[in-house]
């Protein structure tokens, strides 16, 4: 079967897994391909997305802006992380002070950006496009 100018073979073994699919970061359609070029550690090109699935060729901006979305999704997380960490930091430290708070709660954010980027980008990609696994795309290993 040739598809966006690959040949891809279907494998018997591979069993589909959204949950690992998406912590691994993979393509949503294939969950075989990498959606980010480089790790989480190269803070320089942290953000360098493939443009396209490098096995089942998906294009991963689905319309223009599409990951504008994001934005809310990274929000959401961020506002989660936030409000458990005050809420431990009261209900552990006792009510602390002003800047105890701040720190127990900025220090976490700051350091989990480019994971809140990431992951923001592939939950949306998972959860808000008509894109859903299919075992036709699926590489052969």
């Not at 891809?8 to 359609?29: D, E, V, W, Y």
């Not at 901006?61 to 999704?73: D, L, R």
Request: glycine share 8%.
């Amino acid at each position: 079967m040739e598809t966006t100018g690959q040949n891809l073979k279907m494998s018997n073994s591979f069993t589909p897994n959204k949950a690992l699919s998406i912590l691994q970061g993979k393509c949503p359609r294939c969950q075989s391909g990498k959606i980010f070029k480089y790790t989480t550690a190269n803070v320089r090109n942290f953000t360098d997305m493939h443009e396209n699935c490098p096995a089942c060729g998906l294009h991963f901006e689905i319309e223009p802006g599409f990951f504008w979305g994001a934005m809310y999704v990274s929000y959401t997380i961020t506002t989660g992380m936030m409000l458990v960490l005050g809420g431990l930091t009261y209900f552990v430290g006792n009510n602390p002070d002003f800047w105890w708070y701040v720190g127990i709660i900025c220090a976490p954010v700051i350091l989990s950006t480019t994971l809140l980027f990431r992951y923001s980008r592939i939950l949306m990609l998972y959860l808000f496009s008509s894109v859903h696994f299919d075992k036709k795309f699926v590489a052969s290993k």
